[in-house]
């Protein structure tokens, strides 16, 4: 079968490779419909994600048709159409058990790295590199997913292919960072990343009753459909000082939830961007934590801060003093698909989320690497590729 | 003859000076047992993992599959997870088994194997990926070698 793989830092091919099989009894083999390149692949991409392999499937958001299951697989069933959630899950533990599925004990093979990283091991996710887990990404014709039971779910009629394959991952991680955050009626909510996760984190934010929500970026077309689609309002982040227009927007008081969906490649118009990117570039820090710093800051006193941009290790002056001092919650978490994505799936059906034009770039899987060169370097006005094996 | 004297004398300086430095790093150690991250509870230390099940394993009496290969070089502990989640089950070397860190690695494997079973089912297969073997990159060898490592290694 043709998949897209990683062959080394910032090139990626397509290549056959053999088909997935089923090796345990709560599999099942799914055929990939659609897939969508994540921004957490480029970090994979340009080598921030230290533990990849030349030959890697990468890819984790998608969706397909079921065309096998295992012994043990009792939801689902042969030609189910459905959508995947990217962390595995066995739905049993003490964490699964909870409703926080990325941080499954039991889905990740090489727990030793992230221990010796993070002190713990979440759970596995698919196509998302040796540290959790080294399993096969979605950039292919066929993948195997682990706990199909716990992890895949039945696309309702009436949302189409290209709405539900967001309900994967966009969806869910920009739902979990207003619900985590604790977006409450009447909120004023600032959105740093204007990219699939941030508008979903936004429509979401409404959704849940947020008053008055604003989405932060630099790119127009992102922040237009921020506006235009999503129904917040923008700040464009080299226009004008953040913080100054946030404080004005919220009557000199703050944000009372702040979701930052940027992650370690962060851009700013601010001087602290060149100290961030020489220092990660010389491997002294792992990620470019500005966008998280200006989170904090402008969080009012009390409020709260959600990180749902990737990051993957260290990072340099940290302003845990405000976060301590103005009393904030500050959270963080990889995506916990199943707790979102059936209700996701409802709202996508009756319309209240909608997708569609997060998917700039509809290709052919063998156009992948052209359609993450274009992701990468935001040409085009691409938003998000989506692949069509 | 100055030089050999010289050289002789700096070979004394150097010996006398790292003779010094390892005394002073072991009365170190021994008035700060965790210095430079070491266990003080050496080999009694337990490795542990939290099972979400009932307590009855305890009265079961049969160890979990994983761990029935190790029985012999083992010592094994159950009790109950504080706040009524789950059951601890705990696995150490006996006192005067051979090749211990080996048997450490053994023991971590098992006990995340006999978790997994107890909890699912099933232990997680991940070999063979669609995409094969290929040959390592020399940072592809170190992937190797941390996933050699894999279930045997960590914090556990």
């Not at chain 1, 779910?153 to 979990?176: E, H, K, L, Y």
């Not at chain 1, 955050?181 to 204007?194: F, I, L, N, Q």
């Not at chain 2, 990926?129 to 490592?149: N, Q």
Request: net charge neutral.
């Amino acid at each position: 079968m043709k998949a897209v793989v990683w062959s080394g830092v910032n090139k990626l091919s397509v290549e056959n490779v053999d088909e997935p099989k089923i090796l345990n009894a709560r599999d099942a083999i799914v055929k990939v419909t659609r897939t969508a390149a994540c921004g957490s692949d480029l970090h994979l991409l340009a080598g921030y994600i230290p533990t990849m392999r030349a030959g890697d499937v990468i890819g984790h958001e998608f969706i397909g048709e079921i065309v096998e299951v295992g012994s043990a697989v009792t939801e689902r069933k042969v030609g189910d159409r459905v959508v995947v959630a990217p962390f595995l899950s066995c739905g049993n533990c003490f964490y699964c058990e909870r409703g926080e599925f990325s941080l499954c004990d039991n889905t990740d093979p090489n727990p030793d790295i992230p221990e010796a990283l993070w002190g713990a091991a979440p759970g596995g996710c698919l196509g998302y590199s040796h540290a959790l887990g080294g399993w096969a990404g979605s950039h292919a014709e066929y993948i195997r997913v682990p706990h199909a039971d716990v992890g895949t779910f039945v696309i309702p009629d009436g949302v189409t292919d290209d709405r539900a394959v967001f309900a994967s991952d966009a969806a869910p991680t920009g739902w979990m960072g207003a619900d985590l955050g604790g977006v409450k009626p009447g909120d004023v909510v600032a959105v740093w990343g204007a990219g699939a996760v941030g508008q979903m984190a936004a429509r979401a934010s409404i959704l849940l009753g947020a008053e008055r929500v604003i989405v932060i970026d630099r790119f127009a077309n992102r922040l237009k459909q921020a506006t235009d689609i999503i129904g917040a309002e923008a700040i464009d982040y080299t226009q004008t000082s953040v913080l100054a227009e946030l404080r004005e927007m919220t009557g000199g008081r703050g944000p009372d939830v702040c979701i930052e969906a940027v992650g370690m490649e962060a851009h700013s118009a601010r001087p602290d961007f060149g100290y961030d990117m020489v220092k990660q570039q010389l491997r002294m820090q792992t990620g470019r934590p500005t966008a998280v710093r200006e989170a904090i800051m402008a969080c009012r006193k009390g409020g709260s801060v959600f990180v749902l941009g990737v990051f993957g290790g260290f990072v340099d002056k940290f302003p845990l003093g405000a976060v301590m001092n103005k009393g904030l919650t500050l959270r963080g978490a990889q995506v916990h698909g199943p707790r979102y994505i059936p209700m996701l799936l409802e709202r996508m059906q009756r319309g209240e989320l909608v997708t569609e034009h997060l998917a700039t770039h509809v290709m052919p899987l063998d156009k992948a690497p052209r359609g993450y060169d274009l992701f990468k370097n935001k040409n085009e006005d691409c938003v998000r590729p989506v692949f069509i094996p | 003859m100055s030089k050999i004297v010289n050289r002789s004398l700096a070979v004394a300086l150097v010996a006398a000076g790292t003779v010094t430095a390892q005394r002073v790093m072991r009365l170190y150690e021994e008035r700060n047992p965790a210095a430079l991250g070491k266990d003080s509870a050496g080999e009694e230390r337990w490795n542990a993992v939290t099972i979400s099940a009932e307590h009855r394993l305890v009265v079961d009496g049969e160890l979990p599959r994983p761990l029935q290969g190790l029985e012999d070089r083992i010592e094994v502990r159950y009790r109950a997870a504080p706040g009524d989640r789950g059951v601890e089950l705990s696995a150490r070397p006996r006192p005067g088994a051979d090749s211990v860190q080996e048997l450490r690695g053994e023991i971590r494997k098992a006990l995340r194997e006999s978790k997994q079973l107890i909890e699912t089912g099933e232990i997680l297969q991940s070999l063979p990926r669609p995409e094969g073997h290929r040959p390592a990159t020399p940072t592809g060898a170190v992937v190797d070698l941390a996933e050699r490592i894999g279930m045997k290694g960590g914090v556990l």
